[in-house]
């Protein structure tokens, strides 16, 4: 049998989610291949024999961020365009995830994860735009993902209702404009028969992991929802899939979902959904009851603020879901919907909206996001007890922060200054899976100058083609511009259905 290969960070602060927020006490962390298998104060020497040293002195060992909830297929995007309606922006985003080349593919696969790594970011749940659909491309996603060696939890979306399901009133905008958000969906079975056959072609194992995502429950019928309901249950798998984003979002479901009440929940309920598999992304618009049912049937919610903002959906009600007590985690979404992956923007924003959401001063939320984007999002993925903390037994996923960054300038604490000051910048070491893949604030798995440009040499064509997208939008603008100003116009209604507490 091979040696185990181990490896000792000693003499850093290490973050313990129980222990002390402020001033995390020294420890040794040693590391048996993969996994966590010691974590205290001089370690003797007999555990920590032959292993390979890293100094962590004047750092901060952090449990590896987790992101909850990103899409990998428009990462090219990021720094297009600036604030828009999330239906208009369907209209330059979605072909942008269309028929692209192998290379594109995997240089804005290999991009996402070294800037999130190079975040401290050790896990992306990447809800990925596959197109084609095919075997072919997914290799090369899943293979960039080995090659930067970043853990990921991985979910090709799969809806069988077209994408301009989005759009409420959709039957009310010219059939071109519909064409442009579009108006075609592969079979059912063609879509889950694939999800089985590549769970069987690359089972999870190491870095990878798999989560099943329908895109949302008015982009799927309910025989469509079953299917994913049952691939779920068969393989042991999370569900993620996008609920309650938009003002539009929640109209729909009162307008058409009458037979479940007006409420997704309900829809996801009476398709076998509902339960502790599921998470739902950003949940701007749920109501106080349907929280509640969340919380009861152990069912999660992936907040993104970030993204919520730009694209003008709205103010997730953090204040209401810590009071239901439902499970949260925090996510980074797109990068043209929040233009950057990183975790500690997501933690703020989950403080701060914390924060203007009430009149009085709250209990202070930092070390409960740091939480969130570590267990809670672990959680997510049904990961718990192997990711989220450095604790033996869990894996060695890990980033060392240098405390000489003027952000820690001075320490006064961890969760504060991870939370409030953090930039990324105060970065330096990554470890994934036992791995060191970045050191000194390197990716070492990748060589990001020969990546830089690739992308440079992409960029000509790509920029050239989402300008022809542009032009070939103008028609449908005014449309998408009448139909955004008559939900908001809804709101005063939709504010009453949501009945929520303040
Ligand atoms: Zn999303």
Redesign the pocket.
């Known amino acids: 049998m091979a040696q185990s290969k181990r490896l000792l960070i000693r003499g850093g602060r290490v973050y313990d989610h129980d222990g002390d927020l402020h001033q995390p006490a020294l420890a040794d962390i040693l590391i048996e291949d993969d996994s966590i298998v010691a974590v205290g104060a001089g370690l003797s020497r007999d555990l920590v024999q032959d292993a390979e040293i890293i100094d962590a002195a004047g750092r901060l060992a952090v449990p590896g961020l987790i992101n909850a909830?990103y899409?990998s297929h428009d990462v090219l995007c990021r720094g297009l365009f600036e604030e828009l309606p999330l239906e208009m922006w369907l209209l330059y985003t979605l072909p942008m995830g269309g028929n692209r080349s192998k290379e594109e593919v995997r240089a804005r696969t290999l991009v996402g994860a070294i800037e999130s790594l190079r975040a401290g970011i050790t896990t992306v749940q990447d809800?990925l735009g596959l197109v084609p659909f095919d075997e072919d491309y997914l290799d090369v996603v899943l293979a960039a993902y080995r090659d930067a060696g970043i853990r990921v939890v991985f979910s090709p979306m799969v809806a069988d209702l077209p994408s301009v399901s989005m759009v409420r009133h959709k039957d009310a905008l010219p059939p071109d404009v519909q064409e442009m958000l579009g108006v075609k969906a592969l079979p059912i079975r063609q879509q889950l028969d694939f999800l089985e056959t590549q769970l069987r072609r690359h089972p999870a194992a190491a870095t990878l992991h798999w989560a099943i995502a329908p895109f949302a429950p008015q982009r799927c019928t309910p025989r469509m929802l079953e299917g994913c309901a049952a691939l779920a249950e068969r393989h042991d798998l999370a569900v993620y899939t996008?609920v309650y984003e938009t003002r539009g979002q929640a109209l729909i479901a009162r307008d058409s979902y009458g037979a479940h009440g007006g409420s997704f929940i309900t829809y996801l309920d009476s398709v076998g959904l509902l339960g502790p598999r599921l998470n739902i992304?950003h949940s701007v618009w749920i109501s106080r009851a349907e929280m509640d049912r969340m919380a009861a049937a152990g069912a999660g919610i992936v907040l993104?603020h970030l993204s919520n903002l730009k694209l003008k959906s709205g103010i997730a009600p953090v204040c209401d879901l810590r009071d239901s007590g439902v499970r949260l985690g925090l996510g980074c979404?797109?990068c043209s919907g929040s233009d950057v992956q990183n975790m500690f923007q997501a933690m703020k924003m989950f403080c701060l909206i914390a924060a203007v959401s009430e009149p009085e001063p709250g209990p202070g939320l930092a070390h409960e996001a740091l939480r969130h984007a570590t267990l809670g999002n672990a959680r997510t993925a049904g990961l718990d007890g192997r990711l989220g903390a450095i604790r033996p037994g869990h894996k060695a996923d890990l980033a060392l922060i240098d405390l000489a960054d003027p952000a820690y300038l001075p320490f006064n604490s961890a969760a504060r200054q991870l939370v409030y000051t953090e930039t990324g910048r105060g970065v330096e070491t990554v470890i994934v899976d036992g791995r060191v893949v970045v050191r000194d604030r390197r990716v070492t798995t990748i060589d990001e100058d020969a990546l830089r440009h690739e992308v440079a040499d992409l960029m000509r064509p790509f920029v050239t083609d989402y300008q022809k997208i542009v032009q070939s939008r103008q028609r449908a603008l005014p449309y998408m511009l009448d139909a955004h100003r008559r939900v908001w116009q809804a709101e005063l209604d939709l504010q009453r259905f949501l009945a929520r507490t303040r």
């Open positions: 909830h899409h809800m996008h992304v993104n979404d797109n």
